[in-house]
């Protein structure tokens, strides 16, 4: 195999999510002299992004202050707030938290903001590469980060170069700013090899799934935003709902749980489901149709699950980084503000030694910092939950403990009898499979599988005995399936399906699921989420 082609650059960045993508604009308008790429997996920006989401408008007045004039194409002023409790057939409403307090904020469709960013991080000269796998790290000699390899592309399911292979170039900076969002396929090798976790506590993740819904016209109210918590879940499983209505008769429905259940039976594409039939949900989706679908993992440890985010040649940032904002429901504002940070800290010296330390000094911190122990107190269940957000929220965080973060892929525990007080359902998605088409997801089935089985014999001893085969239940989209044949029971990974959710890399009770980058441009096409 010839030797692989090169780029060089001052900046790399691999993901054109909103930390990138803020990182890369604000660069260039520092310098443009900067030479900055912006590498991104996706077959065009924003096909991989799924949030929910409102948003924080003040990054974004300080890296465009004209963004109003021309907004990106989903933008609608946030109006009124609903926090709901529920139960089996009936909803309380609660007082909104302050963090959940939105006023002067917008609800966007991300994916639809990255692309409207994209464009105007290209007019100001930033190299946008979609549909290019950043695939493994470029090492130097001394070990520090040099870059990114790009993935091959035209591999065979065996590992053998077809007709159309195309070897990945590389692509070499002093620095590269890792942006890739919740776990991150480097990303986590990165946090790996430079022990940058070894003073946090393990890093905590949930599953979040949403459907954007086309309804009929006079129920949605523009600008409403609804969160429950409750039912379908039970009240030691951390979670809940919400409904974003946007214009054009459209509402983004999700439903978030925390990955630190312990049921092995548990299903949450299931408990998605069932919330949308409540009484008081189900009426505003009746007649409506589903305009698309999908999955994706939120990273929820906040500030004691805060890793280094410097070494040697590379910096973190955003949701790769874990800044998100559990109990404001938001971290689209904090990574467009570590991603602006980067950028200035860069531009101060191109090095990324100190950015760690600048950050954990700024705002973005200040605010992980308030809120650190109201995600944590959720642990001991709902109820005490809510009295500790309640006093942490009143006491801004000013308690003098810390509370601990546990590894996700502990909790499940065996020979659990959870009855769940679910009902019959008609809305659609009638299953896995269809939420999987509304994904518009897309896989060369051709090349090898991006869903790594570290140790296959457990799948078929342990796992069966001990929890029986979990993966098969907390996929959203039915990549892993047990089959039994003439040659006996194996695991069947039906990786076209995967909408890169990465939970099962994180949900795993033995940590032998590695999600890796399958080939450039493979995977979801959100439209609007």
């Known amino acids: 195999m010839s030797e692989r082609e090169t780029m060089e650059y001052d900046v790399i960045i691999v993901g054109a999510g909103p930390a990138g993508l803020s990182c890369a604009l604000r660069l260039r308008q520092l310098n443009p002299d900067l030479s900055v790429c912006v590498i991104e997996k996706a077959s065009e920006i924003g096909a991989h992004i799924l949030s929910g989401a409102v948003i924080e408008t003040a990054p974004l007045d300080q890296l465009l202050p004209d963004w109003r004039q021309q907004p990106p194409p989903i933008c609608v002023d946030a109006v009124s707030d609903e926090l709901l409790l ?7 409403r609660l007082p909104t938290p302050p963090q959940q307090n939105n006023h002067g904020n917008v609800i966007v469709s ?13 007019a100001a000269g930033v190299d946008v590469f979609p549909g290019y796998a950043a695939s493994n790290i470029a090492w130097n000699d001394d070990g520090s980060v040099g870059g990114v390899l790009i993935g091959d592309m035209g591999i065979d399911r065996d590992g053998e170069p077809k007709e159309t292979f195309v070897q990945g170039i590389a692509i070499h900076a002093p620095v590269t700013v890792f942006a890739e969002g919740c776990r991150g396929h480097l990303s986590k090798q990165l946090i790996k090899q430079f ?21 009929p016209p006079g129920r949605v109210k523009p600008g409403h935003i609804q969160h429950s918590i ?20 459209r509402v983004a429905v999700g439903f978030v749980v925390a990955l630190d259940y312990a049921d092995p039976e548990f299903k949450p594409f299931e408990a998605f489901q069932q919330f949308k039939h409540h009484p008081h949900i189900k009426p505003l989706l009746e007649g409506g149709e589903i305009l698309s679908s999908g999955a ?31 109990p404001k429901v938001k971290g689209t504002h904090q990574a467009m503000r570590s991603g602006m940070l980067a950028a200035e800290h860069l531009h101060q010296g191109q090095v990324s030694t100190g950015f760690d330390s600048k950050l954990r000094q700024s705002a973005i911190a200040t605010e992980l910092r308030k809120v650190r122990n109201i995600r944590p107190g959720f642990h001991k269940g709902l109820w005490f939950g809510l009295a500790n957000a309640a006093w942490e929220t009143i006491s801004f965080g000013r308690s003098p403990w810390t509370l601990k973060n546990h590894a996700d892929h502990s909790a499940l525990q065996q020979n659990l009898e959870v009855q769940y007080d679910w009902v019959d359902r008609d809305l659609p998605p009638k299953d896995r499979l269809a939420a999987v088409y509304f994904a518009s997801t897309e896989h060369d089935e ?5 869903l790594q089985i570290l140790e296959p014999d457990i799948c078929i001893s342990r796992c069966t005995e001990e929890y029986g085969n979990p993966c098969t239940r907390f996929c959203p989209a039915s990549v892993y399936e047990m089959v039994t044949d003439d040659s006996g029971t194996r695991l069947q990974i039906n990786a076209a399906n995967c909408v890169h959710c990465k939970t099962c890399d994180i949900k795993d009770p033995y940590q032998i699921i590695n999600w890796v980058t399958p080939e450039g441009g493979a995977g979801p096409n959100y439209r609007n989420m």
């Not at 529920?86 to 309380?92: E, P, W």
């Not at 409750?230 to 008769?249: A, R």
């Not at 004691?304 to 800044?323: E, V």
């Open 195 to 215: 022990g940058l976790d070894k003073d946090s506590d393990p890093q905590t993740y949930g599953i979040g799934l949403k459907e954007l819904w086309q309804l």
């Open 296 to 326: 994706r993992a939120l990273i929820e440890g906040g500030w004691q699950s805060l890793p280094k985010l410097d070494m040697p040649g590379a910096i973190l940032i955003g949701d790769a980084a874990g800044l998100m904002n559990v």
């Open 110 to 122: 991300l994916g639809a903001m990255c692309a409207w960013l994209g464009e105007h991080a290209e």
């Open 86 to 92: 529920l139960s089996k057939h009936k909803a309380r």
């Open 230 to 249: 409750g039912w379908p879940l039970d009240n030691n499983t951390y979670g809940g709902s919400f409904i974003y209505h946007l214009d054009q008769d």
């Open 446 to 450: 051709d090349q090898p599988i991006h």
